[in-house]
């Protein structure tokens, strides 16, 4: 308790610094070129009262959502799958690992060639930066398990699923949800880069507009709100973690 209380006021405390050192440099320059904190929240109001900024980052939410579930469900059973079959894992690897090492980006035309300007074609951007992530750390997690103990626990005659329900998906936990949170930031970045190329939507489109017309304040509360999302739904899958796998953290303790 005291070392988180420690904790919180180190963050606290560096916030402040951030933020009054921001604001005293920000006024100092031009207002087309940068902003500070006070028109940030300005802006932020002024945005808000209208409903715009509720408009589009629902539009923006809705399709991380739809890549983030896609992400899941098709990336920790293949990644599961693939660690405990070397068969398919050599067939399907080689195109595995073509497609994560080319740029997502250069699938995008192909992309909306394919799917559109719509919704859809953005929810496939997004889970192509989402789902590597989660399918390789999966993957990773379940190659881990300690031998040993798949050992002991065949040696009771465990059956197939027992193994997997008791031993395999808990130890392969821990990496799935690192997985999951190095997918949240880049599935951030396939959000705004999908409505930068794809439509007229979502909190991409809002960066793009205030851009463009130099509104500079009002370009900042769009960033502000991706980074606030990135930090909140990394602090939820820390907290799930806490809950699921609550022997990982007492590892790190002990470590």
Not at 83 to 96: H, K, Q
């Amino acid at each position: 308790m005291r070392n988180s209380t420690y904790a919180l006021s180190i963050r606290f405390l560096s916030l402040v610094v951030v933020l009054i050192a921001w604001e005293l440099y920000g006024r100092s320059v031009n207002p087309v070129l940068f902003t500070y904190p006070t028109a940030i929240a300005r802006a932020f109001v002024e945005l808000v009262s209208k409903g715009e900024l509720q408009r589009y980052f629902l539009q923006s939410f809705e399709v991380f959502l739809y890549g983030f579930a896609f992400a899941v469900v098709v990336g920790i059973p293949l990644g599961i799958v693939l660690a405990r079959s070397a068969t398919l894992s050599l067939a399907v690897e080689p195109y595995l690992h073509a497609i994560y090492s080319t740029p997502t980006v250069a699938f995008i035309p192909l992309i909306v060639l394919w799917f559109g300007f719509r919704v859809p074609a953005k929810v496939v951007i997004v889970f192509l930066f989402m789902v590597f992530p989660i399918l390789l750390n999966t993957q990773q997690g379940v190659k881990n398990l300690n031998p040993d103990l798949l050992e002991v626990a065949r040696s009771f005659c465990s059956s197939e699923r027992q193994l997997w329900r008791d031993l395999i998906i808990p130890a392969a936990l821990p990496f799935i949800l690192a997985g999951i949170n190095l997918a949240i930031g880049r599935g951030l970045v396939g959000m705004v880069v999908a409505e930068f190329f794809t439509s007229v939507a979502g909190l991409g489109y809002m960066i793009v507009q205030y851009a463009n017309s130099f509104e500079t304040a009002k370009l900042f509360v769009p960033i502000v709100v991706l980074m606030a999302l990135g930090v909140i739904m990394i602090g939820l899958i820390k907290v799930i973690e806490r809950k699921i796998a609550p022997w990982q953290n007492r590892d790190q303790a002990e470590g």
